[in-house]
Every structure is written in structure tokens, then in C-alpha cells.
């Protein structure tokens, strides 16, 4: 029984997740513990500004290639032409998307800084950003493609050592600088990972191996990787503006500190919601994109699902039990009002966890309009939801639309996933 246990690929993966889990929770700790401290609500919620607009650049340059890349290699793996023809023109086409980039975050980065920060005095932040895009980038890119490679074991050291370094620079900068620090270590930290990530052998063969191969962009490579890239960069723009736009909602009709308060209880659903999120790509995405028959998705799916939910729920439970514990570890007694919203917070993350699982179906199989139209469904429900009611029902408001928009997103996905599937699988689009 244990031998099976052991070698169960899904069992496996969850174990290499783990210690990633473990580690980007441990720095995830540590980071929120000193921003609590040291900037409290009010810090929270700037900081989550910067961040929205980082997470969205960054769907442009780099977290856009993510399911492209793990597809593209994981299929080419085996092909050593192929496999440095893609990394080359994806690290071609990155560094073109970055250099158009660099040009208006540095023209308005006064503007950024107001409508982000509340501070012209920190547009100097955004300048910094876009002479780092290419190293945050590249950064992001090298771990994209160990995943693609499942060479697990380097892919979990390679994560669990960017997850220290988050650790340690956010400790020390927001400790030395405030909150300066804790905007300048979010530029930083990838930075720092690029370099670092030179130090495996493994890494340094594979990337100037694939610089030798730069030729240029090849279009029809462009072609085939943009759906993807298309389909990231939708959706960071709109995760981006809406958890942005919401956040600047609160603070304009509550206060900052209740913003603070909500982009605290984010942090606290980021913690968990880690796993599941790199279980999507480290085990999911690429059974997904490899299956070409309905037989195959549902074996999958329900070998997944089988294992998913009750982990899940177990999981729930006890951080719900343990909420006002979590909140005085992981934050300070100062935001203990966050326990009034975690049902509220873990009811929609279940219900986003099973969504996201069939959803994965749209990155593997390209399903581009279903993928556009549920993310549009989720995203703008939530943003228009939550300024309607947050004026009624206060932050509860913005709890009770994201509940209602990730519902509305499940039932969107899981007819799209069953009524599309006939078209996409049984080798039709092989």
C-alpha cells in the first residue's frame, strides 16, 4: 500500500509541491509579519497596488508565456532542436515585449505613483521597474521551463530558494526603508532569482545553449504561442484593474485601513491557495495538454478531483477553527476583524479551486473564447458586484461579490468544458 502511495505521480507532485508550499508560506510569513508591524493596514493596501500593477505588467512579459512554455516544452522535451528553437524565441519575444514596455513606465511613472501609490514622491519606483522588467521577467521564464522539463526536484529547489531570498530582502528593506523597502524588494527579489538560478549547472547549459540558437523570432512560433500569450495577458489585466479599482473603491468610501484589512485577508487566501495553483501547472496542465480523448479528461479529472476535494475540505476546516490563531501569527492582533470575513473568504475559495480545475481545460486545449468569456464573467462580476454593494453592506459587500462571481464563473466553465469537449478531444484537434 505505501509503495503504491509512493509511486503515485499525483502523490509525488503533491510532495515536491509541499516543500514549496512549506517554503513560500514561510517567506509569505515572514513578509506579512514585517508589513504588518512596521506599515499596518494602510501599508497593505499600497503595497497591493504596486503589486496588482506588477502582476499586470508582468502578464505582458512573462507570467503570459507560462502555459505556452510548460506546453511547448514539456511536448518537446525529448527533441533537443525543438526544445532550444522554443526557449530561444521565447526569450526572443520577451525581451521585445520588455524594451516596448520600459518606454511609458518611464514617460508616467509620476502618474503610476499617484494612482497607485497616492504619491508622486515614488516615481522613482517605476522607473527602477523598468530598467528591472527584463531580469524580473527572464526570472519568471527559467522556472516556466524547468516546470515544462519535469525535472521536479530542480524546479522545487529553484522556487524554494527565490521564496528565502523574498524572505530575507523583504525582511531587511522594510525594515531599513518602510515602505519604500517593501516596494523596492518586490522589483528585487526576481531580480536576485534570475542571477541565482545560474548557479545549477542544469540551468546554465540549457540557457546558453538556447542563446546560441537565436535566429530571431520566428513568426509562425509567434503565432502558435500568442493564443496562449493572449489568453494571459486578458486575464492579468483583469485580475490587475479589478482587485486594483476595488481596493481604491474601499478606500474612497470607507478608508484605507479597511482596504488594508482586505488586501490582508488576500494575503492570508494566497498562503493556501499557493498549492492548488501550483498543482494546476505542475500536474494538471500537462496531463491536460498530453490527453487528446474524452475517456482520457475524465480519468484525469476524476483521479484529480478524487483526491482534490477532500484535501480540500479538511484543509478548510481547520483554517477556519484556527482563523484568529492565523491572524495573530501571521499578521497582528491589530487586524483580528479579519476572522468576521474568513467563511465568507474560504466558501469562495473552494468554489474558485473547482473552477480553476475544469477551467485548465481552456489553457491545454486553447478553448480562447471560453477562456475569454468566463474570465470576463468572474472578473467583471466581481468588480461591478463589489462597487454596488460595498456602499450597502460595506467591506462584507465585497466578500458576498466575490462568492457570487466565482459561482457564476464555475457555471460558465463547466458548461463550456462539456459542451465544447466533442470539438476539442477524441484526437479531432490533435
Known amino acids: 500500500m505505501l509503495k503504491k502511495f509512493l509511486n503515485n505521480e499525483l502523490y509525488k507532485t503533491i510532495s515536491y509541491n509541499g516543500v514549496i508550499v512549506f517554503f513560500k508560506v514561510v517567506s509569505s510569513f515572514i513578509a506579512s509579519k514585517v508589513t504588518a508591524i512596521y506599515l499596518g493596514p494602510s501599508g497593505y493596501a499600497l503595497v497591493g497596488n504596486f503589486k496588482n500593477v506588477l502582476q499586470g505588467l508582468l502578464g505582458f512579459t512573462s507570467t503570459g508565456f507560462e502555459s505556452g512554455i510548460i506546453k511547448y516544452v514539456s511536448e518537446h522535451r525529448s527533441d533537443d532542436q525543438k526544445l532550444k528553437f522554443v526557449v530561444s524565441n521565447v526569450f526572443t519575444l520577451n525581451f521585445i515585449i520588455c524594451c516596448i514596455i520600459i518606454i511609458p513606465l518611464l514617460f508616467f511613472s509620476e502618474e503610476l505613483s499617484i494612482f497607485t501609490l497616492k504619491d ?29 522539463l519535469q525535472k521536479f526536484k530542480l524546479y522545487t529547489t529553484l522556487v524554494s530558494i527565490s521564496n528565502i531570498l523574498n524572505a530575507l530582502l523583504t525582511f531587511l528593506f522594510i525594515y531599513l526603508y518602510g515602505l519604500k523597502g517593501a516596494l523596492m524588494a518586490s522589483l528585487f527579489v526576481p531580480s536576485s532569482t534570475f542571477a541565482l538560478s545560474f548557479l545549477f549547472r542544469e540551468i546554465r547549459i540549457f540557457f546558453f545553449e538556447a542563446l546560441k540558437s537565436l535566429h530571431g523570432l520566428s513568426i509562425a512560433f509567434f503565432k ?201 478531444l477524441d484526437g479531432k484537434h490533435a
Do not use: C
Open 224 to 424: 502558435n504561442i500568442s493564443t496562449y500569450l493572449l489568453m494571459a495577458v486578458y486575464s492579468s489585466i483583469l485580475i490587475s484593474l479589478s482587485y486594483l479599482l476595488i481596493r481604491n473603491k474601499i478606500i474612497e468610501s470607507i478608508d484605507m485601513e479597511t482596504a488594508g484589512l482586505w488586501e490582508a485577508m488576500n494575503k492570508i487566501s494566497m498562503f493556501y491557495m499557493i498549492f492548488f495553483s501550483s498543482l494546476f501547472t505542475l500536474y494538471l496542465l500537462p496531463k491536460l495538454a498530453e490527453n487528446q480523448t474524452i475517456q482520457g479528461y475524465n480519468k484525469i479529472m476524476m483521479a484529480y478531483l478524487k483526491t482534490l476535494i477532500p484535501l480540500t475540505i479538511i484543509a478548510f476546516m481547520a483554517l477556519f477553527f484556527l482563523r484568529s490563531l492565523i491572524i495573530r501569527f501571521f499578521l497582528t492582533p491589530q487586524f483580528l476583524e479579519l476572522g468576521n470575513y474568513f467563511y465568507l473568504q474560504l466558501i469562495g475559495d473552494f468554489i474558485k479551486i473547482l473552477a480553476f480545475s475544469f477551467a485548465y481545460q481552456f489553457h491545454a486545449k486553447k478553448m480562447v473564447f471560453a477562456y475569454f468569456f468566463t474570465d470576463a464573467i468572474l472578473y467583471g462580476a466581481f468588480y461591478l458586484l463589489s462597487i454596488g454593494f460595498v456602499e450597502n453592506f460595506n467591506l462584507d459587500g465585497v466578500f458576498y461579490a466575490y462568492n457570487l462571481s466565482v459561482f457564476l464563473y464555475l457555471i460558465f466553465v463547466l458548461f463550456f468544458v462539456f459542451k465544447l469537449r466533442n470539438k476539442y
Open 120 to 148: 508622486a514622491s515614488f516615481s522613482y519606483i517605476f522607473k527602477y521597474l523598468a530598467f528591472l522588467m527584463p531580469l524580473i521577467s527572464f526570472s519568471f521564464l527559467i522556472v516556466y521551463m524547468v516546470n515544462g
